[in-house]
C-alpha cells in the first residue's frame, strides 16, 4: 500500500499547509490538507461543524479523513492540530514519515493570528491554545519520525528542514 511520502503534524500556525505546498512542489508530488477534505466533505466550514454538530461529530469526521488519506495520497499531507488525538490515528501513522512541526505561540500568534474562526480558541485564544498544546505535544512528538522546531525559519527553510530530517531528495 503506497502512503504518503511527508505527513506534517503540528498546532496551528505551524506552517503545515504552506509548508506542505512547498515540500510537495520540490518533490514533484501532490498536497493534501485533511481539514480542506472535510470541508469539501461537509460543505461548510470546520467552524460551521462544531456549532451545527458538535465537536465529536467533527472528530469522527476527521478520523474518517485521515484513514482515507493516509490510504489513498501518495503525496505531502498536513493533518489537523488535533487529528493525532485519537488511539486509531496515532496508531495509523506509527512508521510512518510523519514530522512534528513545532512552533512557539508567539510566532503561531504572528502567523495565523488567534482571532481567526478557530472554534478550540473560543474565550481566552493564548491560553486555550497553550493547554491545547500541553495535551498535545507528548503525542506530536510521540507519533512524529522527525521534529522540526520552525522559531525564526521561513517556510522554505523548514521544508528544508524536513527534506533533510527525512533523508529526502530536493529537486
Do not use: C
Not at 491560553?127 to 498535545?136: D, F, G, H, S
Amino acid at each position: 500500500m503506497a502512503h504518503p511520502v511527508v505527513i506534517l503534524v503540528g498546532p496551528p500556525g505551524a506552517g503545515k499547509s504552506s509548508v506542505g505546498e512547498l515540500l510537495a512542489e520540490r518533490l514533484g508530488v501532490g498536497f493534501r490538507d485533511t481539514d480542506a477534505d472535510i470541508v469539501a466533505v461537509a460543505g461548510k466550514p470546520i467552524a460551521d461543524i462544531f456549532v451545527d454538530e458538535g465537536e465529536p461529530h467533527f472528530r469522527a469526521l476527521e478520523a474518517a479523513a485521515v484513514r482515507t488519506a493516509v490510504a489513498e495520497h501518495p503525496g505531502v499531507l498536513a493533518l489537523g492540530g488535533g487529528a493525532v488525538m485519537r488511539a486509531e490515528t496515532e496508531e495509523l501513522l506509527h512508521g510512518l514519515p510523519v514530522v512534528f512541526l513545532d512552533v512557539a505561540l508567539h510566532d503561531a500568534v504572528k502567523r495565523v493570528g488567534l482571532d481567526a474562526p478557530r472554534p478550540l480558541l473560543v474565550g481566552n485564544p493564548r491560553a486555550r491554545w497553550r493547554e491545547l498544546m500541553e495535551q498535545r505535544r507528548p503525542v506530536y512528538a510521540r507519533v512524529a519520525q522527525a521534529v522540526v522546531e520552525t522559531a525564526g525559519l521561513t517556510p522554505d527553510q523548514v521544508a528544508d528542514a524536513v527534506l533533510d530530517a527525512l533523508e529526502l531528495s530536493k529537486s
